[in-house]
């Protein structure tokens, strides 16, 4: 099967306040690694006003199949960011959209799972999918968190987001497929009084 030559994610971010006090925060900082977002394949674009960033991967792409290896099957990348919160309000993180392709094969299964958690939480909130092939997919597809976690009220969070893409091969290791996620267009935070 032939694979894009570049693939991108994007992650855009948008906090949406209950009030105007509620937009006084900021992304301070943030890191990025994992398997499919390996040092030198990812470029970032913060906004100018620290609320927004965008992470471009050149490689995000699962695949399984005679011709690939077991460590081929999944891959996925975490973003952890620091997070400014005002005084007397909390966020969480509502739901999600991801933009993507996969082409699978008669009994080949493609999945992905996003989660998010906050650090010194051991709360952590989930959205997946799953399709069974022969199937193919060019598009958007969302998902809600659950259940819904909270930040730490009224100060400083680091929240890790995990993204990982996987393709099982095993009812019919004689089958491929691949999955590549190019852009998550829309993740949408709530915010709350605390």
């Known amino acids: 099967m032939a694979f894009i030559a570049s693939l991108w994610l994007a992650l855009s971010f948008s906090f949406y306040a209950l009030t105007v006090g509620a937009q006084d925060f900021a992304i301070d900082a943030y890191i990025i690694s994992g398997t499919g977002c390996a040092p030198g394949s990812v470029t970032t674009n913060v906004s100018d006003d620290s609320k927004n960033i965008a992470v471009y991967y050149n490689s995000f792409t699962a695949n399984a199949g005679p011709s690939y290896s077991v460590d081929d099957n999944r891959k996925n990348c975490q ?35 996003t989660t998010y958690y906050f650090q010194s939480s051991l709360d952590e909130a989930a959205g997946s999918g799953t399709s069974v092939g022969p199937a193919r997919l060019d598009g958007t597809f969302a998902s809600s968190f659950s259940p819904v976690i909270w930040s730490p009220c009224g100060r400083s969070s680091l929240v890790g987001i995990n993204t990982a893409l996987r393709v099982d091969n095993s009812a019919n290791t004689a089958a491929s497929g691949s999955f590549t996620l190019r852009t998550t267009p829309s993740t949408s935070f709530v915010w709350r009084k605390c």
């Open 79 to 113: 973003l952890t960011l620091s997070v400014k919160t005002p005084a007397g309000y909390q966020f969480a993180f509502d739901k999600f959209s991801h933009d993507g392709s996969y082409s699978i094969g008669s009994g080949v299964k493609a999945s992905f799972k």
